[in-house]
């Protein structure tokens, strides 16, 4: 009993971030994927729109342990980077399965490009994402998943640019607020990484911690 309550408070951030992924991947693998737009359909949106909301709770992990001091956070980055590749590899699977003429026109505009460079990326990420992996690629290893604040920007911006495809437009009008707030938090999250606001934010939560401390310890 004692064993499983100090289980459940060491992990309990790790099951409700795979829970959430779960139910996530449950819930659109029950959507109708019939369409009339090829390769588009209601799971391929849903699959794209949580690579984009995984994406954020990774790169909002770091912000959150200057802010907070919540360490252990650190140790979910692994996890919350593999739901973001599973979803975005889904939302690809969808699109080349239903898509009449995929091999034809791998590539038909340039926010699909957009989409694809950010695919590659999280593909690059995920494969190097092992502890072994970062042994051989000694500091390698943090250059490479330095990418993803590139695979965020090319990610969300062509969700931006795929709010204008005529299936989100009629099916989910609501995405296009959807993919601008999260721009917006993308920004903020961005540039709690810039030295200067990074030190800022840190300091914050050192003053938070001195004057929570009794008058004379503090
Ligand atoms: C990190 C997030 C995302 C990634 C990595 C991603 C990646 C991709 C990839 C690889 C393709 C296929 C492109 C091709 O074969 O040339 C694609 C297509 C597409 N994606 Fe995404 N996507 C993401 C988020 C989104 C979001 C949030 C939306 C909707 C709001 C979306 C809507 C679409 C649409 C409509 C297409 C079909 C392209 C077309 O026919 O013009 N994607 N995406």
């Given amino acids: 009993m004692k064993n499983a309550k100090t289980w459940i408070r060491t992990h309990w951030r790790g099951v409700l971030l ?4 779960l139910i996530a991947l449950l819930t ?10 090829s390769g588009v359909s209601e799971p391929m949106i849903a699959a794209g729109i949580w690579a984009a909301r995984f994406l954020l709770i990774t790169l909002a992990i770091t912000p959150l342990n200057t802010v907070f001091g919540w360490r252990s956070l650190l140790r ?21 399965m239903d898509s009449k003429s ?8 340039l926010a699909a490009g957009i ?17 072994a992996a970062q042994r051989r690629l000694g500091k390698w290893w943090a250059r490479l998943h330095k990418l993803v604040y590139a695979a965020g920007v090319l990610g969300l ?13 009629m099916n989910q009008p609501e995405a296009a607020t959807e993919i601008w707030l999260y721009l917006g938090l993308l920004t ?11 030190r800022h934010l840190a300091s914050l939560r050192h003053k938070r911690r001195t004057s929570a401390m009794p008058a004379e310890t503090a």
């Fill in 157 to 169: 911006v062509h969700g931006l640019l795929e709010t204008g495809h005529k299936f989100v437009a």
């Fill in 28 to 37: 659109l693998l029950r959507l109708p994927r019939a369409s009339q737009f």
């Fill in 188 to 198: 903020a999250l961005l540039a709690a990484r810039i030295p200067v606001v990074r």
């Fill in 76 to 96: 979910l980055r692994r996890t919350a980077g593999l739901w973001t590749f599973a979803f975005a590899a889904l939302h690809f699977a969808y699109y080349v």
């Fill in 18 to 21: 795979n829970t959430l992924g």
């Fill in 102 to 109: 995929w091999a034809a026109y791998p590539i038909p505009n």
């Fill in 115 to 131: 989409g694809l460079a950010a695919l590659l990326i999280l593909a690059a990420l995920a494969v190097t994402s092992t502890n």
